[in-house]
């Protein structure tokens, strides 16, 4: 079995989301930490400690929406299902996935071509996926390559990539697929191209369409993945449990992509 690494570090200093959303990491060294040990044993001088070293550790300020995640359906809507329920039903959090729509086999799209703020058609799945020989299977979870993961970290990484667009999104969904995700910074075209498209077109519904396709038929997506170009289109299964957070929007996971070998 070969694992290879598709998630990225959670880390200071690179643009990895907009400035106002990046996380930060305080580090805290084995030099630092005595006090800490002494809420325990009062009387704990550094000599009684082997090389005089306490234990190290972090405080970090995250969003549930930092480094690679998994969206729930909530974050999208608070309402989802309403093509498959008259009415709808309660969006799922991230402590809700069933877990094994999160191990599963994964196919990759590969649209670095698309240039950035494009935002992808069920033609352009249609495509991809008859030139890689793929039929969709229910479950399957796929994974869409983008021009931004070669820029992550870089100062245009939020601006750039494609998007994916409601009926692109709707079109996996019908064949069953209930995890995506992206290397992109979001699974919808980058914020700052939709809003100039809104602002052109004066059509509102483009905002977050993607994402939207959630409240039709729910279901989750990755962001900022990485390292995508190094994986084949198909052959391989991912895993990406989130981190069980009560009644959230999202969940922080190591994804990873597994080969049988």
């Given at each position: 079995?070969?694992?290879?690494?598709?998630?990225?570090?959670?880390?200071?200093?690179?643009?990895?989301?907009?400035?106002?959303?990046?996380?930060?990491?305080?580090?805290?060294?084995?030099?630092?930490?005595?006090?800490?040990?002494?809420?325990?044993?009062?009387?704990?001088?550094?000599?009684?400690?082997?090389?005089?070293?306490?234990?190290?550790?972090?405080?970090?300020?995250?969003?549930?929406?930092?480094?690679?995640?998994?969206?729930?359906?909530?974050?999208?809507?608070?309402?989802?299902?309403?093509?498959?329920?008259?009415?709808?039903?309660?969006?799922?959090?991230?402590?809700?996935?069933?877990?094994?729509?999160?191990?599963?086999?994964?196919?990759?799209?590969?649209?670095?071509?698309?240039?950035?703020?494009?935002?992808?058609?069920?033609?352009?799945?249609?495509?991809?996926?008859?030139?890689?020989?793929?039929?969709?299977?229910?479950?399957?979870?796929?994974?869409?390559?983008?021009?931004?993961?070669?820029?992550?970290?870089?100062p245009d990484y939020v601006e750039t990539g494609c998007g994916m667009g409601k009926e692109a999104t709707l079109?996996?969904?019908?064949?069953?697929?209930?995890?995506?995700?992206?290397?992109?910074?979001?699974?919808?075209?980058?914020?700052?191209?939709?809003?100039?498209?809104?602002a052109q077109t004066g059509k509102m519904e483009l905002i977050w369409e993607g994402h939207k396709a959630g409240?039709?038929?729910?279901?989750?997506?990755?962001?900022?993945?990485?390292?995508?170009?190094?994986?084949?289109s198909h052959g391989f299964r991912i895993a990406c449990f989130p981190v069980k957070i009560r009644g959230a929007?999202?969940?922080?996971?190591?994804?990873?992509?597994?080969?049988?070998?």
């Open positions: 079995m070969r694992i290879v690494d598709i998630s990225v570090c959670i880390e200071n200093g690179i643009a990895s989301d907009p400035v106002f959303a990046r996380p930060k990491v305080a580090y805290h060294g084995h030099d630092e930490t005595i006090g800490r040990m002494r809420n325990f044993f009062p009387d704990l001088r550094p000599s009684d400690l082997p090389d005089g070293k306490a234990w190290a550790m972090e405080s970090v300020e995250l969003t549930t929406h930092n480094g690679t995640h998994l969206d729930a359906p909530y974050h999208f809507h608070p309402t989802m299902n309403h093509s498959l329920v008259d009415g709808g039903e309660r969006a799922i959090t991230v402590d809700e996935i069933p877990l094994d729509w999160c191990f599963r086999p994964g196919v990759k799209l590969d649209f670095r071509h698309l240039e950035d703020g494009y935002v992808a058609t069920v033609d352009d799945v249609a495509r991809e996926l008859d030139r890689i020989g793929y039929t969709l299977k229910p479950y399957d979870i796929v994974v869409v390559n983008t021009r931004a993961g070669e820029r992550y970290g870089a079109h996996l969904l019908k064949a069953g697929v209930r995890i995506t995700g992206t290397d992109a910074w979001s699974w919808d075209a980058p914020l700052s191209l939709t809003a100039k498209r809104v409240r039709d038929i729910g279901y989750c997506h990755m962001e900022k993945l990485h390292g995508l170009e190094a994986l084949p929007s999202a969940g922080w996971t190591r994804a990873v992509a597994i080969f049988d070998e």
